[in-house]
Nanobody, 125 residues
């Protein structure tokens, strides 16, 4: 089992920045490829970004490309999501996920085995 705990969410004005963190514990050797998703009420969970186990490969949704950066510190078992130039449409609960078996499937939420509890990000106008 892998436990994931997100932090760093909050309220920010449009154009501002936030950095989310996701700390993994338990069988972290199983965390492997990790991803960030987001969800607003009434909508499906949406892929945001993913990073390979080594950190050498990343993938981003078109809506966040150039504004968000995913990274990881394997010594700390932590994945980060640096969010810049935030827009009101980025408002959502952001979830960290782990356990997907193939990087080719990182955009599919059902491929992940482990999820955090989520952290709220609210971007005001």
């Amino acid at each position: 089992q892998v436990q994931l705990v997100e932090s760093g969410g909050g309220l920010v004005q449009a154009g501002g920045s936030l950095r989310l963190s996701c700390a993994a514990s338990g069988r972290t050797s199983s965390s492997g490829v990790m991803g960030w998703f987001r969800q607003v009420p009434g909508k499906e969970r949406e892929f945001v970004a993913a990073i390979s186990s080594s950190g050498g490969r990343t993938d981003y949704a078109d809506s966040v490309k150039g504004r968000f950066t995913i990274s990881r510190d394997n010594a700390k078992n932590t994945v980060y999501l640096q969010m810049n130039s935030l827009k009101p449409e980025d408002t959502a609960v952001y979830y960290c996920a782990a356990g997907v078996k193939s990087f080719w499937r990182v955009r599919v939420s059902t491929e992940y085995d482990y999820w955090g509890q989520g952290t709220q990000v609210t971007v005001s106008t």
